[in-house]
Protein backbone atom coordinates (compact mmCIF):
# COMPACT_ATOMS: atom_id res chain seq x y z
CA UNK A 1 0.00 0.00 0.00
CA UNK A 2 1.14 3.77 -0.69
CA UNK A 3 0.96 6.12 1.88
CA UNK A 4 1.84 9.59 2.37
CA UNK A 5 4.11 10.29 5.11
CA UNK A 6 2.56 13.43 6.30
CA UNK A 7 -0.37 15.29 4.96
CA UNK A 8 0.82 17.66 2.38
CA UNK A 9 -0.74 21.43 3.47
CA UNK A 10 -1.62 21.83 -0.25
CA UNK A 11 -3.70 18.33 -0.47
CA UNK A 12 -5.63 20.02 2.88
CA UNK A 13 -6.24 23.40 1.13
CA UNK A 14 -7.20 21.64 -1.91
CA UNK A 15 -10.20 19.23 -0.32
CA UNK A 16 -10.97 22.66 1.75
CA UNK A 17 -11.68 23.96 -1.22
CA UNK A 18 -13.87 21.10 -2.87
CA UNK A 19 -16.15 21.14 -0.86
CA UNK A 20 -16.00 24.71 0.67
CA UNK A 21 -17.26 26.42 4.17
CA UNK A 22 -19.16 23.84 6.28
CA UNK A 23 -18.08 21.27 4.33
CA UNK A 24 -14.59 20.66 6.03
CA UNK A 25 -13.95 20.15 10.52
CA UNK A 26 -10.43 20.48 11.68
CA UNK A 27 -10.68 21.53 14.61
CA UNK A 28 -10.01 18.30 17.03
CA UNK A 29 -12.77 19.01 19.61
CA UNK A 30 -15.48 18.96 16.57
CA UNK A 31 -13.96 16.05 14.92
CA UNK A 32 -13.74 13.69 18.33
CA UNK A 33 -17.15 12.21 17.19
CA UNK A 34 -15.85 11.39 14.02
CA UNK A 35 -12.97 9.51 15.03
CA UNK A 36 -14.11 7.69 18.35
CA UNK A 37 -16.21 4.52 17.70
CA UNK A 38 -19.11 5.01 20.09
CA UNK A 39 -17.72 2.29 23.08
CA UNK A 40 -14.36 3.91 22.67
CA UNK A 41 -12.91 0.81 21.38
CA UNK A 42 -11.27 2.70 18.67
CA UNK A 43 -10.05 5.92 18.28
CA UNK A 44 -8.15 7.14 15.25
CA UNK A 45 -6.59 10.56 14.43
CA UNK A 46 -7.28 12.81 11.10
CA UNK A 47 -6.27 16.28 10.21
CA UNK A 48 -9.45 17.16 8.16
CA UNK A 49 -13.02 15.59 8.05
CA UNK A 50 -14.21 16.57 4.68
CA UNK A 51 -18.37 16.72 4.37
CA UNK A 52 -19.26 16.62 0.90
CA UNK A 53 -22.55 17.83 -0.24
CA UNK A 54 -23.06 15.55 -3.74
CA UNK A 55 -21.68 12.85 -5.82
CA UNK A 56 -19.76 15.26 -7.73
CA UNK A 57 -17.88 17.09 -4.95
CA UNK A 58 -17.35 13.39 -3.60
CA UNK A 59 -15.58 12.75 -6.97
CA UNK A 60 -13.23 15.38 -7.03
CA UNK A 61 -12.38 14.89 -3.49
CA UNK A 62 -11.39 10.92 -4.62
CA UNK A 63 -9.18 11.92 -7.71
CA UNK A 64 -6.99 14.54 -5.36
CA UNK A 65 -6.34 12.52 -3.06
CA UNK A 66 -5.85 9.42 -5.80
CA UNK A 67 -3.21 11.56 -7.27
CA UNK A 68 -1.42 12.62 -3.99
CA UNK A 69 -1.73 8.64 -2.27
CA UNK A 70 -3.89 10.42 0.19
CA UNK A 71 -5.77 7.39 2.17
CA UNK A 72 -9.57 8.07 2.66
CA UNK A 73 -11.54 6.58 5.64
CA UNK A 74 -15.45 6.73 4.11
CA UNK A 75 -17.55 7.23 7.22
CA UNK A 76 -21.73 6.88 6.96
CA UNK A 77 -23.62 7.30 10.92
CA UNK A 78 -20.58 5.58 12.81
CA UNK A 79 -22.72 3.11 14.28
CA UNK A 80 -21.14 0.23 13.60
CA UNK A 81 -19.14 -1.77 16.07
CA UNK A 82 -15.98 -3.08 14.34
CA UNK A 83 -13.80 0.13 14.06
CA UNK A 84 -14.39 -0.35 10.47
CA UNK A 85 -15.58 4.12 10.08
CA UNK A 86 -12.54 4.94 12.47
CA UNK A 87 -9.36 5.90 11.30
CA UNK A 88 -6.01 4.65 12.33
CA UNK A 89 -3.51 6.76 14.66
CA UNK A 90 -1.01 7.45 12.50
CA UNK A 91 -2.83 10.57 11.32
CA UNK A 92 -2.33 9.98 7.54
CA UNK A 93 -6.11 9.37 6.58
CA UNK A 94 -8.47 12.06 5.99
CA UNK A 95 -11.91 10.98 6.80
CA UNK A 96 -14.94 11.49 4.02
CA UNK A 97 -18.44 11.56 6.28
CA UNK A 98 -21.68 11.21 3.66
CA UNK A 99 -23.47 12.82 6.35
CA UNK A 100 -24.21 16.01 4.19
CA UNK A 101 -26.00 13.68 1.34
CA UNK A 102 -28.86 13.11 2.80
CA UNK A 103 -32.18 13.85 -0.42
CA UNK A 104 -34.58 11.35 -0.96
CA UNK A 105 -34.09 11.36 -4.88
CA UNK A 106 -37.32 9.76 -5.97
CA UNK A 107 -39.88 7.13 -5.14
CA UNK A 108 -41.09 4.84 -8.05
CA UNK A 109 -44.19 3.50 -6.46
CA UNK A 110 -45.65 1.13 -9.54
CA UNK A 111 -41.50 -0.51 -9.78
CA UNK A 112 -41.84 -0.11 -5.88
CA UNK A 113 -38.13 1.33 -5.31
CA UNK A 114 -36.86 4.76 -3.20
CA UNK A 115 -33.49 6.23 -4.31
CA UNK A 116 -32.05 7.74 -1.63
CA UNK A 117 -28.47 9.40 -1.04
CA UNK A 118 -26.13 7.81 1.31
CA UNK A 119 -25.98 9.74 3.95
CA UNK A 120 -29.83 9.32 4.29
CA UNK A 121 -30.60 7.94 8.34
CA UNK A 122 -32.31 4.21 7.90
CA UNK A 123 -35.10 5.89 9.84
CA UNK A 124 -36.10 8.71 7.55
CA UNK A 125 -36.04 6.05 4.71
CA UNK A 126 -38.49 4.66 6.47
CA UNK A 127 -40.73 7.43 7.16
CA UNK A 128 -40.45 8.48 3.52
CA UNK A 129 -41.34 4.75 1.97
CA UNK A 130 -44.04 4.93 4.56
CA UNK A 131 -45.59 7.98 3.72
CA UNK A 132 -45.39 7.10 -0.02
CA UNK A 133 -47.59 3.42 1.51
CA UNK A 134 -44.60 1.47 1.02
CA UNK A 135 -42.27 -0.87 3.39
CA UNK A 136 -38.89 -0.74 3.41
CA UNK A 137 -38.21 -3.51 5.82
CA UNK A 138 -34.32 -2.96 7.17
CA UNK A 139 -34.70 -2.42 10.73
CA UNK A 140 -31.89 -2.35 13.33
CA UNK A 141 -31.57 -0.87 16.63
CA UNK A 142 -29.37 1.64 15.49
CA UNK A 143 -32.03 3.41 13.07
CA UNK A 144 -32.32 6.74 14.25
CA UNK A 145 -28.87 7.50 13.59
CA UNK A 146 -27.17 4.68 10.98
CA UNK A 147 -26.85 6.38 7.86
CA UNK A 148 -28.06 4.02 4.46
CA UNK A 149 -24.24 4.49 2.98
CA UNK A 150 -22.77 2.44 5.73
CA UNK A 151 -25.89 -0.01 6.31
CA UNK A 152 -25.11 -1.12 2.74
CA UNK A 153 -21.55 -1.01 2.99
CA UNK A 154 -21.31 -3.32 6.22
CA UNK A 155 -24.73 -5.63 4.37
CA UNK A 156 -26.71 -4.82 7.76
CA UNK A 157 -29.05 -7.76 8.98
CA UNK A 158 -31.66 -6.53 11.59
CA UNK A 159 -34.87 -7.73 12.47
CA UNK A 160 -36.58 -8.38 9.12
CA UNK A 161 -34.04 -10.61 7.37
CA UNK A 162 -36.16 -13.79 8.13
CA UNK A 163 -38.46 -12.71 5.65
CA UNK A 164 -37.05 -9.92 3.69
CA UNK A 165 -33.05 -10.72 3.47
CA UNK A 166 -30.68 -8.46 4.53
CA UNK A 167 -29.59 -5.05 3.08
CA UNK A 168 -27.87 -6.87 0.15
CA UNK A 169 -31.21 -8.49 -1.08
CA UNK A 170 -33.06 -5.29 -1.08
CA UNK A 171 -31.21 -2.89 -3.23
CA UNK A 172 -31.57 -2.83 -7.08
CA UNK A 173 -28.59 -0.18 -8.25
CA UNK A 174 -25.98 1.88 -6.57
CA UNK A 175 -23.92 4.46 -7.83
CA UNK A 176 -20.27 4.75 -6.35
CA UNK A 177 -16.81 6.52 -6.69
CA UNK A 178 -14.53 4.45 -7.29
CA UNK A 179 -10.48 4.87 -5.90
CA UNK A 180 -9.85 6.66 -9.08
CA UNK A 181 -12.40 9.15 -8.50
CA UNK A 182 -14.53 8.08 -11.12
CA UNK A 183 -18.29 7.50 -10.77
CA UNK A 184 -20.05 4.49 -11.30
CA UNK A 185 -23.73 5.24 -12.26
CA UNK A 186 -25.42 1.72 -11.41
CA UNK A 187 -28.86 3.47 -10.46
CA UNK A 188 -31.15 1.16 -12.44
CA UNK A 189 -34.56 -0.08 -11.55
CA UNK A 190 -34.40 -3.14 -12.75
CA UNK A 191 -35.15 -6.89 -11.18
CA UNK A 192 -33.71 -8.53 -13.93
CA UNK A 193 -30.36 -7.31 -15.89
CA UNK A 194 -28.52 -10.58 -16.70
CA UNK A 195 -25.64 -8.60 -18.78
CA UNK A 196 -22.71 -10.10 -16.79
CA UNK A 197 -21.28 -9.80 -13.51
CA UNK A 198 -23.79 -7.94 -10.85
CA UNK A 199 -21.19 -5.23 -9.85
CA UNK A 200 -23.20 -3.80 -6.95
CA UNK A 201 -22.63 -6.65 -5.13
CA UNK A 202 -19.03 -6.15 -5.27
CA UNK A 203 -19.57 -2.99 -3.13
CA UNK A 204 -21.95 -4.18 -0.87
CA UNK A 205 -20.69 -5.48 2.18
CA UNK A 206 -17.06 -4.00 1.39
CA UNK A 207 -16.65 -1.53 3.94
CA UNK A 208 -15.70 1.24 2.19
CA UNK A 209 -12.53 -0.84 0.93
CA UNK A 210 -13.58 -1.19 -2.68
CA UNK A 211 -14.93 2.34 -3.16
CA UNK A 212 -17.51 4.88 -1.74
CA UNK A 213 -21.10 4.49 -2.10
CA UNK A 214 -23.22 7.79 -2.89
CA UNK A 215 -26.39 6.78 -3.53
CA UNK A 216 -28.75 3.69 -3.61
CA UNK A 217 -31.96 2.46 -5.51
CA UNK A 218 -33.52 0.37 -2.57
CA UNK A 219 -36.41 -2.06 -3.01
CA UNK A 220 -40.11 -1.12 -1.17
CA UNK A 221 -42.79 -3.40 -0.37
CA UNK A 222 -46.09 -3.35 0.10
CA UNK A 223 -47.25 -1.70 3.74
CA UNK A 224 -48.65 -4.33 5.96
CA UNK A 225 -52.13 -3.08 6.72
CA UNK A 226 -51.22 -4.55 10.72
CA UNK A 227 -48.83 -6.93 12.64
CA UNK A 228 -49.74 -9.53 14.93
CA UNK A 229 -47.17 -10.41 17.85
CA UNK A 230 -46.32 -12.17 20.82
CA UNK A 231 -43.67 -13.04 23.31
CA UNK A 232 -43.65 -16.29 23.90
CA UNK A 233 -42.11 -18.21 27.08
CA UNK A 234 -40.50 -21.66 26.81
CA UNK A 235 -38.14 -23.59 28.71
CA UNK A 236 -35.14 -23.95 26.02
CA UNK A 237 -33.64 -23.09 22.92
CA UNK A 238 -34.36 -26.44 20.96
CA UNK A 239 -38.23 -25.66 21.96
CA UNK A 240 -37.92 -22.66 20.06
CA UNK A 241 -36.74 -23.77 16.98
CA UNK A 242 -39.41 -26.10 16.45
CA UNK A 243 -41.96 -23.41 17.46
CA UNK A 244 -40.60 -21.24 14.98
CA UNK A 245 -41.35 -24.71 11.86
CA UNK A 246 -44.22 -24.48 13.54
CA UNK A 247 -45.37 -21.03 12.80
CA UNK A 248 -43.85 -21.14 9.30
CA UNK A 249 -45.77 -24.57 8.91
CA UNK A 250 -49.21 -22.19 9.13
CA UNK A 251 -47.75 -18.26 7.91
CA UNK A 252 -45.28 -19.15 5.57
CA UNK A 253 -43.23 -16.36 4.69
CA UNK A 254 -45.21 -14.13 6.63
CA UNK A 255 -43.09 -14.78 9.67
CA UNK A 256 -41.49 -11.76 9.34
CA UNK A 257 -39.72 -11.51 12.58
CA UNK A 258 -38.18 -14.41 15.56
CA UNK A 259 -36.59 -13.05 17.78
CA UNK A 260 -34.65 -15.26 21.41
CA UNK A 261 -34.44 -13.43 24.39
CA UNK A 262 -32.89 -15.39 27.97
CA UNK A 263 -34.56 -14.42 30.56
CA UNK A 264 -31.41 -12.66 32.17
CA UNK A 265 -31.63 -9.97 29.32
CA UNK A 266 -35.39 -9.33 29.78
CA UNK A 267 -34.60 -9.05 33.54
CA UNK A 268 -31.52 -6.74 33.12
CA UNK A 269 -33.94 -4.46 30.83
CA UNK A 270 -36.84 -4.31 33.27
CA UNK A 271 -34.44 -3.96 36.31
CA UNK A 272 -32.89 -0.45 34.65
CA UNK A 273 -35.71 0.65 32.22
CA UNK A 274 -38.67 1.54 34.78
CA UNK A 275 -41.24 2.12 31.93
CA UNK A 276 -40.71 -1.18 30.73
CA UNK A 277 -42.47 -4.19 32.66
CA UNK A 278 -42.07 -8.14 31.88
CA UNK A 279 -45.94 -9.13 30.66
CA UNK A 280 -45.50 -12.23 32.60
CA UNK A 281 -45.90 -12.51 36.56
CA UNK A 282 -43.60 -15.88 36.70
CA UNK A 283 -40.04 -16.12 35.24
CA UNK A 284 -39.06 -18.19 32.48
CA UNK A 285 -35.33 -19.07 31.02
CA UNK A 286 -35.81 -18.55 27.25
CA UNK A 287 -38.70 -16.08 25.51
CA UNK A 288 -39.13 -15.55 21.92
CA UNK A 289 -40.56 -11.94 20.06
CA UNK A 290 -42.53 -13.17 17.19
CA UNK A 291 -44.06 -11.21 14.72
CA UNK A 292 -46.31 -11.84 11.73
CA UNK A 293 -47.27 -9.40 8.88
CA UNK A 294 -50.85 -9.19 7.23
CA UNK A 295 -51.60 -7.47 3.57
CA UNK A 296 -55.09 -7.07 4.26
CA UNK A 297 -57.47 -6.53 7.38
CA UNK A 298 -59.03 -9.91 6.23
CA UNK A 299 -55.54 -11.39 5.94
CA UNK A 300 -54.94 -10.13 9.58
CA UNK A 301 -57.72 -11.73 11.25
CA UNK A 302 -55.99 -14.84 9.52
CA UNK A 303 -52.75 -14.40 10.33
CA UNK A 304 -53.97 -13.82 13.88
CA UNK A 305 -55.77 -16.87 14.24
CA UNK A 306 -52.93 -18.62 12.73
CA UNK A 307 -50.64 -17.50 15.60
CA UNK A 308 -53.14 -18.10 18.41
CA UNK A 309 -53.85 -21.58 17.42
CA UNK A 310 -50.08 -22.03 16.79
CA UNK A 311 -49.59 -20.62 20.16
CA UNK A 312 -52.01 -22.67 22.22
CA UNK A 313 -51.11 -26.07 20.27
CA UNK A 314 -47.57 -25.33 21.43
CA UNK A 315 -48.67 -24.35 24.96
CA UNK A 316 -50.86 -27.30 24.95
CA UNK A 317 -48.07 -30.00 23.53
CA UNK A 318 -45.43 -28.32 26.25
CA UNK A 319 -43.62 -27.01 23.62
CA UNK A 320 -44.39 -23.52 25.18
CA UNK A 321 -45.08 -22.26 29.36
CA UNK A 322 -47.27 -19.06 28.07
CA UNK A 323 -48.11 -16.62 25.84
CA UNK A 324 -48.55 -12.93 25.69
CA UNK A 325 -50.33 -11.49 22.18
CA UNK A 326 -50.80 -7.83 21.67
CA UNK A 327 -54.22 -6.36 21.55
CA UNK A 328 -53.38 -3.06 20.21
CA UNK A 329 -50.13 -1.22 18.56
CA UNK A 330 -49.32 -0.10 22.01
CA UNK A 331 -48.99 -3.40 23.15
CA UNK A 332 -46.73 -4.44 19.89
CA UNK A 333 -44.45 -1.33 20.71
CA UNK A 334 -44.37 -2.09 24.18
CA UNK A 335 -43.31 -5.77 23.38
CA UNK A 336 -40.74 -4.86 20.91
CA UNK A 337 -39.18 -1.73 23.24
CA UNK A 338 -37.58 -4.78 25.60
CA UNK A 339 -35.92 -6.31 22.64
CA UNK A 340 -34.83 -3.22 21.54
CA UNK A 341 -33.50 -1.61 24.40
CA UNK A 342 -31.39 -4.95 25.08
CA UNK A 343 -27.82 -3.32 23.72
CA UNK A 344 -28.39 -0.46 25.84
CA UNK A 345 -29.42 -2.23 29.01
CA UNK A 346 -26.17 -4.63 28.60
CA UNK A 347 -24.41 -1.37 29.69
CA UNK A 348 -24.96 -1.59 33.07
CA UNK A 349 -23.44 -4.87 33.28
CA UNK A 350 -20.03 -3.10 32.66
CA UNK A 351 -17.31 -4.05 30.12
CA UNK A 352 -18.61 -6.28 27.66
CA UNK A 353 -16.84 -8.28 24.50
CA UNK A 354 -19.41 -8.83 21.84
CA UNK A 355 -19.78 -11.32 19.27
CA UNK A 356 -21.57 -11.60 15.77
CA UNK A 357 -22.74 -15.01 14.86
CA UNK A 358 -24.37 -16.81 12.57
CA UNK A 359 -24.62 -20.77 12.55
CA UNK A 360 -27.17 -23.48 10.82
CA UNK A 361 -30.63 -23.25 12.99
CA UNK A 362 -29.38 -26.92 13.75
CA UNK A 363 -26.80 -25.42 15.51
CA UNK A 364 -28.05 -22.98 17.88
CA UNK A 365 -28.90 -24.74 21.07
CA UNK A 366 -25.41 -26.58 20.15
CA UNK A 367 -23.57 -23.00 19.81
CA UNK A 368 -24.89 -21.50 22.63
CA UNK A 369 -24.23 -24.05 25.31
CA UNK A 370 -20.70 -25.32 23.91
CA UNK A 371 -20.11 -21.14 23.61
CA UNK A 372 -20.80 -20.27 27.23
CA UNK A 373 -19.35 -23.24 29.16
CA UNK A 374 -16.18 -22.24 26.62
CA UNK A 375 -16.17 -18.70 27.87
CA UNK A 376 -16.73 -19.86 31.51
CA UNK A 377 -13.16 -21.33 31.50
CA UNK A 378 -11.72 -18.49 29.97
CA UNK A 379 -13.30 -15.79 32.38
CA UNK A 380 -14.67 -17.61 35.34
CA UNK A 381 -17.74 -15.90 36.35
CA UNK A 382 -18.33 -13.89 33.09
CA UNK A 383 -22.03 -13.27 32.21
CA UNK A 384 -23.29 -14.41 29.06
CA UNK A 385 -26.14 -12.85 27.33
CA UNK A 386 -26.94 -15.03 23.96
CA UNK A 387 -29.85 -13.39 22.47
CA UNK A 388 -30.75 -12.18 18.38
CA UNK A 389 -31.81 -13.03 15.26
CA UNK A 390 -32.35 -16.51 15.46
CA UNK A 391 -35.08 -17.40 13.12
CA UNK A 392 -31.90 -16.60 10.11
CA UNK A 393 -29.51 -17.95 12.48
CA UNK A 394 -28.21 -14.79 13.78
CA UNK A 395 -26.86 -14.93 17.54
CA UNK A 396 -25.23 -12.08 18.98
CA UNK A 397 -23.32 -13.68 22.23
CA UNK A 398 -22.08 -11.12 24.07
CA UNK A 399 -19.82 -11.73 27.25
CA UNK A 400 -20.01 -9.71 30.52
CA UNK A 401 -17.45 -8.61 33.14
CA UNK A 402 -17.72 -10.83 36.28
CA UNK A 403 -19.13 -8.78 38.97
CA UNK A 404 -17.03 -6.66 40.79
CA UNK A 405 -13.84 -7.32 38.97
CA UNK A 406 -13.78 -3.76 36.85
CA UNK A 407 -13.51 -3.67 33.18
CA UNK A 408 -9.59 -3.67 32.63
CA UNK A 409 -8.24 -6.78 33.65
CA UNK A 410 -11.32 -8.29 32.07
CA UNK A 411 -10.79 -6.81 28.25
CA UNK A 412 -7.43 -8.14 28.63
CA UNK A 413 -8.93 -11.29 28.06
CA UNK A 414 -10.76 -10.57 24.27
CA UNK A 415 -8.31 -12.61 22.20
CA UNK A 416 -9.09 -15.63 24.15
CA UNK A 417 -12.70 -15.16 24.26
CA UNK A 418 -13.04 -14.08 20.80
CA UNK A 419 -10.89 -17.49 19.70
CA UNK A 420 -13.01 -19.81 22.05
CA UNK A 421 -16.48 -18.70 20.66
CA UNK A 422 -15.18 -18.48 16.98
CA UNK A 423 -13.53 -21.77 17.36
CA UNK A 424 -17.11 -23.13 17.80
CA UNK A 425 -18.89 -21.14 15.48
CA UNK A 426 -16.53 -22.64 12.79
CA UNK A 427 -17.12 -26.04 13.69
CA UNK A 428 -20.63 -25.50 13.82
CA UNK A 429 -20.24 -24.84 10.09
CA UNK A 430 -20.47 -21.00 11.36
CA UNK A 431 -19.52 -17.30 10.44
CA UNK A 432 -17.89 -15.21 12.90
CA UNK A 433 -19.57 -12.20 11.32
CA UNK A 434 -23.12 -12.67 10.66
CA UNK A 435 -24.37 -8.86 10.34
CA UNK A 436 -21.62 -6.21 11.62
CA UNK A 437 -18.24 -7.02 9.64
CA UNK A 438 -14.92 -7.04 9.68
CA UNK A 439 -13.29 -3.61 9.86
CA UNK A 440 -10.14 -3.56 12.31
CA UNK A 441 -11.57 -6.06 14.60
CA UNK A 442 -11.88 -9.37 12.86
CA UNK A 443 -9.62 -8.50 10.06
CA UNK A 444 -7.05 -10.70 11.22
CA UNK A 445 -9.28 -13.46 12.72
CA UNK A 446 -10.78 -14.03 9.35
CA UNK A 447 -7.88 -15.07 8.11
CA UNK A 448 -7.91 -18.54 10.17
CA UNK A 449 -11.69 -18.90 9.02
CA UNK A 450 -11.02 -18.42 5.56
CA UNK A 451 -9.51 -20.56 2.77
CA UNK A 452 -6.86 -19.59 1.08
CA UNK A 453 -8.39 -18.85 -2.39
CA UNK A 454 -11.26 -16.90 -0.75
CA UNK A 455 -8.54 -14.55 0.78
CA UNK A 456 -6.54 -14.12 -2.01
CA UNK A 457 -9.55 -13.82 -4.50
CA UNK A 458 -10.59 -10.74 -1.93
CA UNK A 459 -6.79 -9.40 -1.99
CA UNK A 460 -7.33 -9.70 -5.99
CA UNK A 461 -10.24 -7.89 -5.92
CA UNK A 462 -8.92 -5.16 -4.08
CA UNK A 463 -5.99 -4.80 -6.28
CA UNK A 464 -7.81 -4.83 -9.40
CA UNK A 465 -9.62 -1.42 -7.99
CA UNK A 466 -7.72 0.23 -5.80
CA UNK A 467 -4.27 -0.35 -6.74
CA UNK A 468 -2.75 2.33 -4.37
CA UNK A 469 -4.41 0.83 -1.55
CA UNK A 470 -6.01 4.08 -0.20
CA UNK A 471 -9.48 2.96 -0.09
CA UNK A 472 -10.00 2.64 4.11
CA UNK A 473 -6.70 1.00 4.18
CA UNK A 474 -6.49 -1.60 7.01
CA UNK A 475 -9.88 -3.09 7.31
CA UNK A 476 -11.22 -5.91 6.02
CA UNK A 477 -8.03 -7.25 4.40
Same mark, same amino acid.
Given at each position: ?111 NTITVEAGCILAD ?16 AAEGSCQIGGNLS ?33 ? #?? &?? /? ?9 ? +?? $? %? ?125 ? #?? &?? /? ?9 ? +?? $? %? ?126
Amino acid at each position: MAYTRTMDTAVIDGLKAIVGPGGWIDDPAEMEPYVTEQRGMWRGVTPLVVRPKSTGEVARIVQLCARNATPIVPQAGNTGLCGGAVPHGDGREILLSVSRMNKVRGIAPLENTITVEAGCILADVQAAADDAGRLFPLSLAAEGSCQIGGNLSTNAGGTGVLRYGSARDLVLGLEVVLPDGRVWDGL #RH &LR /KDNTGYDLKHL +FI $G %AEGTLGIITAAVLKLFPRPAEFKTALVALPDVPQALELLVKLREGAGDRVSAFELMPHALIDLVVQNFPDIASPFAAVYPWYVLVEISAASGQDAATQGAILESSLADAMESGLARDAVVAQSEAQR #RA &LW /KIRETAPEAQK +FL $G %ASIKHDISVPLSAIASFIERAGAATEKVVPGARVLAFGHVGDGNVHFNVSEPPGTGGGAFLEQIAAVNHAVYEIAADLGGSISAEHGLGQLKREAVRRYKTDIEMELMQRVKDALDPQGIMNPGKVL
